[in-house]
């Protein structure tokens, strides 16, 4: 079955550095990955839309130049959470698009200090 | 995308079914039908989808109704591991964003 890699699942950064999450298909190509924030004992917000190729779509409420998305090869998403702080201290999860379905990656726990 | 209703929680005795209802009433003819559950802390996945007729697989059956405003899904038996929130989403297949509501917390009890 389609497998979608998310790497690191947990980090630890200190305040004002940035930190960069990768979400990778395996066994196939993703035009379109999707990267959602979840805080604890809520449900998954939709940040954006990674179109390969293109600009990300953002949803409305979300800093483009916070969280910056790339999606340089059909395979390959990043997203890059610059000067963080710690209310950006959330559970990050990406997911790809194949066919009529999407694959979730496992999530990246990212904690600011 | 169409919203969805859920109870925000329910509870199921080990090896019993489990109905999980959704209604769905604004959605519209293109949507489907879509059920993904997340377990602590990991990312959600993916259990079922159906247009308008009913779809069981390995995992579960989806039931929607006929004017498809609402839908249940069955875990024919549940077991400990089934312990998850459960979501319902409607999107348009080809290309719609998967919008998360606030899901259905199922606890499975021995």
């Known amino acids: 079955g389609a497998v979608v890699s998310q790497h690191p699942s947990r980090v630890i950064c200190k305040s004002g550095t940035s930190v960069k999450i990768e979400c990778r298909s395996l066994d196939f190509q993703a035009t379109t990955m999707f990267w959602y924030r979840q805080f604890p004992k809520q449900s998954l917000m939709l940040m954006a839309t990674?179109?390969?190729?293109?600009?990300?779509?953002?949803e409305q409420g979300v800093e483009k130049d916070k969280f910056l998305i790339n999606h340089a090869s059909l395979t390959l998403s990043t997203l890059t959470v610059t000067s963080a702080h710690p209310e950006d201290s959330s559970f990050y999860i990406c997911?790809?698009?194949?066919?009529?379905?999407?694959?979730f990656g496992s999530g990246t726990r990212l904690t600011v200090v | 995308d169409a919203k969805t209703t859920q109870p925000p929680s329910m509870d199921c005795a080990e090896g019993r079914a489990a109905n999980l209802p959704c209604n769905h009433s604004t959605i519209s003819g293109n949507e489907y039908v879509y059920w993904y559950r997340q377990i602590h802390s990991q990312g959600p996945q993916y259990i079922i989808h159906g247009l308008k007729n009913n779809e069981t697989n390995e995992m579960a059956s989806l039931i929607i109704t006929e004017d498809r405003k609402s839908s249940t899904l069955i875990l024919p038996h549940a077991t400990l591991r089934d312990t998850a929130v459960y979501y319902c989403?409607?999107?348009?297949?080809?290309?719609?964003?998967?919008?998360f509501g606030q899901g259905t917390e199922l606890s499975v009890k021995p």
């Open positions: 990674s179109n390969e190729g293109s600009k990300a779509t953002y």
């Open positions: 989403i409607v999107r348009v297949a080809t290309g719609g964003k998967l919008i």
């Open positions: 997911s790809a698009r194949l066919g009529r379905n999407c694959t």
